[in-house]
């Protein structure tokens, strides 16, 4: 089992700032991929970033230059670093986790089919 627990939601004005954490903790590897969802109001959960064991990232186009992912190994932490916020990022955020399935298994970390544990959500709200 592997728990995931969120904090840093709220409340900010557009082009506020907010940083959100993920502890991971349990059955958890080095290998993992750790990504960031976010459903806004009135539809489906959409990917916003993910980060895998080699430090490579990802990122949705819609906040692309604007979030960073980021991890800290020695606390099991993954950071979303969000700013500019506007009142479309609006949303419930989700962390994930994702097991390493091997180089070359065309795994898309895009998408929640890879991600077998995830975090209750975190609100954030942006006011215009």
């Known amino acids: 089992q592997v728990k995931l627990v969120e904090s840093g939601g709220g409340l900010v004005q557009a082009g506020g700032s907010l940083r959100f954490s993920c502890e991971a903790s349990?059955?958890?590897?080095?290998?993992?991929?750790m990504g960031w969802f976010r459903q806004r109001p009135g539809k489906e959960r959409e990917f916003v970033a993910a980060?895998?064991?080699?430090?490579?990232?990802y990122y949705a186009d819609s906040v692309k230059g604007r979030f960073t992912i980021s991890t800290d190994n020695v606390k099991n932490t993954v950071y979303l670093q969000m700013n500019s916020l506007k009142p479309e990022d609006t949303a419930v955020y989700y962390c994930?986790?994702?097991?390493?399935?091997?180089?070359?298994?065309?795994?898309?970390?895009?998408?929640?089919?890879?991600?077998?544990?995830w975090g209750q959500g975190t609100q954030v709200t942006v006011s215009s």
């Open positions: 980060v895998s064991w080699l430090g490579t990232t």
């Open positions: 994930a986790r994702a097991r390493y399935r091997g180089g070359g298994s065309g795994t898309s970390y895009y998408t929640e089919e890879p991600y077998d544990y």
């Open positions: 349990g059955r958890t590897f080095s290998t993992d991929t």
